[in-house]
């Protein structure tokens, strides 16, 4: 796991070098968060961030200048490790305060790497402390999961997250 740490420290220094004070969180999920990478695992990651252009292609293409830097630091590939993708969700502070369905996820997986004045955390405190008093849980099965989010639900209930 000591090659993810490099890795993961190199994605860090990549996102600061592009996004500077625009850089409000940065963290990774999926199997990287939960510790079990496979060698084929991608980077699964969320990038917070103010002033970001509209659009999820600008976005991207903005995010190139990222993975270029990342690329440019020395990896764990050197060290006998295949190079892992990344797959950014990239979002405003503004769009992360709304939620997303991936964040029912990184309430047991994701693994903050960067939260300026503990944004992110917060927010998924939130929505870990709303899972809690729904009775939610998260549902193995196999190797992949779903969510039961209000186990006592009855036709017609509505609630929110």
Not at 10 to 29: I, K, M, P, Q, T
């Amino acid at each position: 796991m000591r090659h993810i740490d490099s890795v993961l420290k190199n994605l860090l220094d990549a996102c600061a070098g592009h996004y500077g004070e625009r850089l409000v969180s940065l963290a990774v999920f999926g199997s990287v968060g939960r510790g079990t990478p496979r060698p084929d695992s991608d980077i699964d990651l969320l990038v917070v961030a103010e002033k970001l252009p509209r659009g999820r292609i600008n976005r991207v293409r903005e995010f190139w200048a990222v993975e270029k830097a990342f690329r440019a630091l020395p990896t764990a590939e050197l060290q006998g490790f295949p190079p892992m993708d990344l797959s950014p969700v990239i979002k405003t502070p503004e769009e992360a305060e709304l939620g997303s369905p991936l964040f029912l996820d990184m309430t047991e997986d994701a693994r903050i790497l960067f939260d300026r004045d503990g944004f992110l955390a917060e927010r998924i405190r939130r929505l870990k402390s709303r899972l809690e008093s729904l009775g939610s849980k998260r549902i193995w099965k196999g190797s992949a999961w779903y969510w039961d989010l209000k186990p006592d639900f009855r036709p017609g209930e509505v609630f929110e997250l």
